[in-house]
């Protein structure tokens, strides 16, 4: 399948000058999204993933569908101010602004086998926010899955050491 051709570019969105990658497109799609749902779970087949944490807001969706297919936990990671329980927090910056996680304190336990789900991998600032909470909390990394790569963003230097996967990748901006 030809998950590219599922994907709607949106220019100057959220800002001038960013040509955002809309997931809705291939969300609405059910033949597409349990292929993409298949292709993780292959991916990470057998290695004893018992939480999945994803990124507020897209990667919510793609995270919560593999935790339950995975039979394991799903650990949101939120903005601040959005969870009410005690909380760690961590900064980061993306390609247009800054920002910040929270994930409560207590979500992930020493030795949980973690994978992180994300919609997008563009300068790594949020994923590699989300493997600072992790191992902030003790889990040991399992891998990062992402529907959409922008390569030619350099974001994968910022997770050298862990094993990832991109389904759809942009070399360049188009």
Not at 16 to 22: A, L
Not at 29 to 51: C, Q, S
Not at 57 to 71: K, N, V, Y
């Given at each position: 399948m030809?998950?590219k051709d ?5 220019p100057?969105f959220?800002?001038?000058g960013v040509m955002f990658?809309d997931?809705?497109?291939?969300l ?8 993409v749902i298949r292709?993780i779970m292959?991916y990470?087949d057998g290695?004893g993933?018992?939480?999945?944490a994803?990124a507020e807001s897209?990667?919510?969706i793609l ?13 949101p ?5 959005k969870l009410p329980?005690k ?11 800054k ?7 207590d ?9 992180i789900?994300?919609d997008?991998?563009?300068t ?8 600072d909470?992790?191992?902030k ?5 399992i891998?990062l ?9 350099k ?5 050298k050491g862990h094993d990832i996967?991109a389904?759809i990748?942009?070399d360049k901006?188009e």
């Amino acid at each position: 399948m030809e998950l590219k051709d599922k994907i709607r570019t949106i220019p100057h969105f959220p800002k001038k000058g960013v040509m955002f990658k809309d997931i809705t497109t291939l969300l609405r799609d059910p033949h597409a999204l349990r292929y993409v749902i298949r292709e993780i779970m292959h991916y990470f087949d057998g290695k004893g993933i018992n939480i999945v944490a994803s990124a507020e807001s897209r990667g919510f969706i793609l995270g919560a569908i593999l935790a339950h297919e995975l039979h394991a936990g799903f650990v949101p990671l939120r903005k601040p101010g959005k969870l009410p329980y005690k909380t760690i927090k961590q900064e980061f910056i993306t390609e247009y602004s800054k920002d910040a996680f929270e994930v409560h304190e207590d979500a992930i336990e020493k030795g949980d086998n973690v994978l992180i789900v994300d919609d997008l991998l563009a300068t790594g600032g949020t994923a590699k926010a989300a493997v600072d909470l992790v191992e902030k909390l003790g889990g040991d990394i399992i891998g990062l899955a992402f529907l959409i790569e922008l390569s030619f963003l350099k974001g994968r230097e910022k997770l050298k050491g862990h094993d990832i996967l991109a389904l759809i990748d942009y070399d360049k901006e188009e």
